[in-house]
Structures are given as structure tokens and as C-alpha cells.
């Protein structure tokens, strides 16, 4: 089973793609730089898909860090794509398959070190799907396996099928809907990867402020008392929000890897310096409450 990495900050890339996750950056994004800069603040699990671009993210990474010495690369299969925002699960074996082959032509590997089932397909039975991703395994393509946005019902159905190593689902200081998965990681020896961990931005806005607009995923409501309870502790900690909503993630268990994602030089070496941001327990008690309120 696959361990978390030392550094517990991973990087979320389906930022370097365009809005909706569709297409080139914007102009003047170096997605590059990036991902360079993300190895050199001492990343090391950087997180992609198929479907990001599409197929754009993975030749990303491979151009910017191939051969990934000393990195791990976490990519997904399973979702097909028809415009911005559009997104469709197909969990058919022979997709899947397919999904993993184009995978590794991209990447320019022999076997991907980490491969997620992206979404369930609610029309093709679980433990088809799930018995692809094992015989990815057992043809050698893959080194390990998870499955993103899950249940702990699906995981432990999933588990009787193939050796589930991670789970990628959304988790953040306003969106903790998914605690008894957090738990259930932590007691299993299962990494626990969370997406939008900053909730998009959501968190490291000031209290009285909000965000357009955007596409994708819609933003949560933040109530006002959490995010100044971020604030609050961030001013005591002499850090940013977005770093002590990051260290939330890191003390809420060992199990879990946060992989923000951003096209900001600034903002990544403020995510990565979460890494070394210890909250007391105050801070802990505070944050806590204002995210349960």
C-alpha cells in the first residue's frame, strides 16, 4: 500500500487548463514554471487526468518533469468530456483500458504509478469497474489503484474486489461532509487525497468578501464566522488563510494529502509552506468550531 509523501502538499493540476478544466491556460499562464516550481518547493505527488484539457494536463507534466525521478504521478480515468464544465462518467472495462493506455503513451512511462477510477458510472456494474483497475494491476500498467469521488459504502464494496490503496474526494474547512471517509482512511492505512482544499479560494477571501462567478463546481457558502476564524488564526500564526486552512487539512489526520492547485508562483509557495505551519490547539479548537457552527 502506498504511503503518504513526506511533504503532505500535493499539486492539483487541473488548474493549467482552461476555465472549466477545457483547453490551454490563459495567456501568461507558464504551466511549465509551475510544475517546476511545485518539484523545487518540494512537492512530490502531483495529481492530473485524462480529462483535464482534455488530455492536455498529462502531456503538461510529462513535458515539465518526465522521467518524475523521486515523484510520484496520480492520474485518472473514466470521465469523457464535451465542452467546458461537461463531464460524463463511462466505467465500461474496455474504457477503462483504453483510458490507461493513452495514459501511459502521454506520460511517456511504463506503468503509472498511481491510477484512479475518476467517477463511477452508475450504468456499468461497480465490480466491473472496479475489476478493471485490477487487471490494469495484474497486466502491469499500474502500480497501485484508488477511486475518486466515492462513499465508504463504494470503497468497501470496491475493497472486496481489488486492493484500494487511495481515495480522492472533496474535503475542506467548509465542506466536511466526507468525515466519516476521512475516518475510515485514517483507521485503514488508505491515503486520503483532498480536492479543493481551499475550497476554490473560497477560504483565503477576507469575511466580507466573495468571489465571481465561475465555472465549474458552484463554491460553497462560508458563513462569515469561519472565515474569521481563518483570519484570526492566521494573524496569530503570522500566515496566510489559505496556509492555515491547508495545516487544518494536515492536523485532521495523517491520512490526508491536500492538492491545491494554482497558476500563482505567490500562491504556491504559500500552499507549500503549509507544510511546515503547526497549529496549536487553540487554533485547532477555534477553527473547529466555526466550521461546525
Not at 516550481?37 to 507534466?61: C, K, M, N
Not at 483510458?99 to 465490480?127: I, K, M
Request: hydrophobic residues 40%; aromatic residues 6%; proline residues 9%.
Amino acid at each position: 500500500m502506498i504511503s503518504p509523501p513526506p511533504m503532505r502538499i500535493g499539486y492539483g493540476a487541473m488548474r493549467l487548463t482552461g476555465p472549466g478544466a477545457w483547453g490551454p491556460p490563459p495567456a501568461g499562464v507558464d504551466a511549465t514554471r509551475v510544475l517546476q516550481a511545485a518539484r523545487e518547493h518540494g512537492v512530490t505527488w502531483f495529481d492530473t487526468s485524462d480529462a483535464y484539457g482534455p488530455h492536455l494536463s498529462e502531456e503538461q507534466i510529462r513535458e515539465a518533469l518526465h522521467p518524475y525521478e523521486g515523484l510520484t504521478v496520480v492520474t485518472k480515468g473514466g470521465q469523457t468530456r464535451s465542452g467546458p464544465t461537461e463531464w460524463a462518467p463511462v466505467g465500461r472495462p474496455e474504457y477503462l483500458r483504453q483510458c490507461a493506455a493513452l495514459s501511459l503513451r502521454r506520460l511517456d512511462v511504463e506503468a503509472l504509478d498511481l491510477y484512479l477510477l475518476h467517477r463511477r458510472d452508475p450504468q456499468v456494474p461497480w465490480a466491473e469497474q472496479v475489476g478493471a483497475l485490477a487487471e490494469l494491476m495484474q497486466r502491469g500498467w499500474v502500480r497501485e489503484i484508488g477511486l475518486s469521488n466515492v462513499t465508504v459504502a463504494e470503497l468497501t464494496e470496491a475493497q472486496q474486489v481489488a486492493p484500494i490503496s487511495v481515495v480522492q474526494n472533496r474535503y475542506n474547512l467548509a465542506e466536511r461532509q466526507d468525515e466519516e471517509m476521512v475516518e475510515y482512511c485514517t483507521r485503514n492505512g488508505l491515503v486520503y487525497m483532498a480536492w479543493f482544499p481551499v475550497a476554490r479560494g473560497v477560504l483565503s477571501t477576507a469575511p466580507d468578501q466573495s468571489l465571481p462567478t465561475r465555472p465549474g463546481p458552484p463554491d460553497p457558502e462560508v458563513p462569515r464566522a469561519l472565515k474569521s476564524a481563518i483570519h484570526e488564526v492566521a494573524d496569530g500564526q503570522k500566515a496566510s488563510a489559505a496556509a492555515v486552512s491547508l495545516a487544518w487539512l494536515l492536523a485532521r489526520s495523517p491520512a490526508v494529502v491536500p492538492i491545491p492547485g494554482t497558476t500563482d508562483l505567490g500562491h504556491l509557495a504559500d500552499n507549500c509552506a503549509a507544510a511546515q505551519l503547526e497549529l496549536n490547539d487553540t487554533d485547532l479548537a477555534t477553527l473547529n468550531a466555526a466550521s461546525k457552527d
